[in-house]
T-cell receptor, first 116, second 111 residues
């Protein structure tokens, strides 16, 4: 059981470079999420997708774009990387359908991204 | 609005108990609890829905007081494996599916 798979696991970029983080889930979940985790800040939601073809902004969307390619895949793109985007990025999925979900989120192992 | 967790960190001996609190300034529909070990992904522990529900997971239980907009996580007779960072995530009434996480509470259990 793969669950939620993120690629790559580690990446180093230079300021101004672009990068796409990939996420795929094999649990047939409706909702998918991208978070960033910085020391002392907990997990902050960047974007989420409640269903295929829909996306919505989270708490910290600036500097990022997302694509819900199909039900399985949800990618996160940094168009012009900045040092402030150095972080650990987690993708998650859940069975949630619509608002006020009581479904747990299942997380991938994370992508550790450093921007010099 | 990010929920506030307290304490920020706690150190225990094996067998001791701990309580982690999570407070929100907004009305809540549900509270999620997750544990994350160093270098790993967060792992789901439990969800509490409004109604004062209390749930348990092994020797870890939690309560949800919707009037006070608070949840507490209780770790009883802690084990070394309980070490990690605990996050609460709150789901406000009327929002569109976003789960907002607290800053985390680091728990260290020593032998």
């Amino acid at each position: 059981n793969a669950g939620v798979t993120q690629t790559p696991k580690f990446q180093v970029l230079k300021t101004g470079q672009s990068m796409t983080l990939q996420c795929a889930q094999d649990m047939n979940h409706n909702s998918m999420y991208w978070y960033r985790q910085d020391p002392g800040m907990g997990l902050r939601l960047i974007y989420y997708s409640a269903s295929e073809g829909t996306t919505d902004k989270g708490e910290v969307p600036n500097g990022y774009n997302v694509s819900r390619l199909n039900k399985r895949e949800f990618s996160l793109r940094l168009e012009s990387a900045a040092p402030s985007q150095t972080s650990v990025y987690f993708c998650a999925s859940s069975e949630a359908q619509g608002p006020l979900s009581n479904q747990p989120q299942h997380f991938g192992d994370g992508t550790r991204l450093s921007i010099l | 609005q990010q929920p506030v967790q307290s304490p920020q960190a706690v150190i225990l001996r094996e067998g001791e108990d701990a309580v982690i609190n999570c407070s929100s300034s907004k009305a809540l529909y549900s509270v999620h609890w997750y544990r994350q070990k160093h270098g790993e992904a967060p792992v789901f522990l439990m969800i509490l829905l409004k109604g004062g529900e209390q749930k348990g997971h092994e020797k870890i239980s939690a309560s949800f007081n919707e009037k006070k907009q608070q949840s507490s996580l209780y770790l009883t007779a802690s084990q070394l494996s309980y070490s990690g960072t605990y996050f609460c995530g709150t789901h406000g009434s009327g929002n569109t599916g976003k789960l907002i996480f607290g800053q985390g509470t680091t728990l260290q259990v020593k032998p």
